[in-house]
């Protein structure tokens, strides 16, 4: 009979620390490897490492786990290079709308980053979330506002968004306290950007970037697939990923990447199990 391992656990964080030099994903990479299966392989790897070593009569009590890999290479802050010749990039790929959330997010990658200061921010509300229906620009406006005060507060120094058509991005801009500096679109999705959107970006000096990202980026039934092989099938049920934060450092100078890594936070509800 399957036994679940973590059966109080309602969440949970991977950290997949600086993928940079990972051999597997290297490997991965010549085969033009998705940036879901990225993060796939990214929680497979740090979950059989860190799982070999789990004491399970204690994992079987914790409500909230965290995982990560050794760190085993200089963080920002002991890097020869100062931290002014990094930039930092963070794409929030949000499937979970409360503002606490995001914060809380972003408060992960500072750390995991010995930085008091991300360069650029990215957000990306999820088309197809688990915790919301449809998607609304309220629940966008809602994370915004949020990371405004993270402006004002020096946290962050630019703000950019994803996927917006000229409408939800003029709407946004409109709106706005601290305006959006770049939207950033699907490279499969929209191939020719629309002139209307093109004109309007133009107009308000806000960069258009292309992503190859999936607008799922972390699908429900591929995070409890990975739960199931590592802990056990009982454990898998009613998963579903809260947030994605990918992070970039940048050589400013040398447009080479010093950094990149994910941190992905999955929740569930025990009370309908």
Not at 152 to 180: F, H, R, S, T
Not at 247 to 257: D, H, M, N
């Amino acid at each position: 009979m399957d036994v679940p391992r973590i059966p109080e656990a309602s969440s949970l964080i991977i950290s997949s620390g600086n993928i940079i030099n990972w051999e597997c994903l290297k490997a991965r990479k010549r085969i033009a490897q998705s940036t879901t299966e990225e993060v796939k392989d990214c929680l497979n790897a740090v979950l059989n490492s860190s799982l070999k070593a789990v004491n399970w009569e204690k994992a079987r009590l914790e409500k909230s786990l965290e995982y990560s890999v050794p760190k085993c290479s200089p963080t920002l802050a002991n890097l020869e290079e100062s931290r002014e010749e990094l930039k930092v990039t963070v794409k929030a790929m949000m499937c979970n709308t409360e503002p606490e959330v995001i914060v809380n997010a972003i408060q992960k990658v500072m750390t995991e980053l010995h930085t008091e200061t991300i360069d650029v921010l990215l957000l990306s509300v999820s088309e197809r979330p688990n915790a919301l229906e449809t998607f609304h620009m309220d629940h966008l406006k809602t994370l915004w506002s949020v990371l405004e005060r993270m402006v004002e507060n020096n946290q962050i120094k630019m703000l950019g968004v994803c996927d917006l058509d000229k409408q939800g991005l003029e709407e946004l801009y409109n709106w706005a306290k601290v305006k959006p500096s770049i939207n950033q679109v699907n490279e499969v999705s929209c191939c020719i950007i629309p002139p209307d959107l093109n004109a309007f970006t133009k107009e308000n000096k806000i960069q258009l970037l292309t992503h190859g990202d999936n607008p799922e980026i972390l699908p429900a039934e591929d995070l409890q697939e990975i739960i199931r092989n590592s802990f056990s099938d009982m454990d898998a049920h009613r998963w579903h990923p809260s947030w994605v934060m990918r992070y970039t450092a940048l050589f400013r100078c040398r447009g080479v990447i010093a950094r990149k890594g994910y941190i992905v936070n999955a929740q569930r509800n025990l009370d309908h199990i």
